[in-house]
């Protein structure tokens, strides 16, 4: 039976998340890394991008009879997050959570598409059609709409809108 792990929270450098986990788990390290998928602008184009959901932090796990010194001359490692003197631990169950999250896969539900006309029935813009460009965090979106005859982006709840027949 093998001992419990620790879980401590790494510094990296900027956008090298990838290579400390690779290095580190190459170390005998437990790595966890989760990942987001977000909708980003691209040479005039929308795509969804893969990111780090914590950028420059990485959780890493080791046994207690393992030595954390080699962590942080790990290549694309910064350091390990302290509060003073002590190591920012990090509880097991936000790692399961966070693995658990990842096993469901991402959820990337959009119900409209780009260039969709769509009806707003929100008190704020009721009965006005707009154009869906981007769905704007998890429960926004982003709407064209003609507002005193010059098209204006607004933010308006996903729950506001309705696909216009």
């Known amino acids: 039976m093998t001992a419990p792990l620790h879980w401590l929270l790494a510094y990296t ?7 400390a986990e690779e290095n580190l788990r190459r170390q ?6 989760p990942w987001i998928s977000v909708q980003k602008r691209r040479r005039g184009k929308w795509l969804w991008i893969d990111e780090p959901l914590f950028p420059r932090y990485i959780f890493v796990g080791a046994h207690a009879e393992q030595s954390w010194a080699p962590v942080r001359s790990t290549l694309g490692v910064t350091s390990l997050v302290r509060f003073g003197t002590q190591f920012a631990t990090v509880p097991e169950t936000l790692i399961h959570d966070l693995l658990s999250a990842a096993d469901e896969g991402p959820e990337q539900q959009v119900r409209f598409k780009q260039g969709q006309k769509v009806h707003i029935t929100g008190e704020s813009f009721s009965s006005i059609v707009g154009i869906f460009e981007m769905q704007d965090g998890e429960d926004r979106a982003r709407v064209l709409i003609d507002l005193l ?10 729950a506001q809108l309705v696909p216009e027949d």
């Open 28 to 33: 005998g390290f437990e790595c966890v890394l």
């Open 149 to 158: 005859g010059r098209p204006t982006t607004v933010q308006v709840p996903l």
């Open 13 to 19: 450098k900027p956008r090298a998340e990838k290579v």
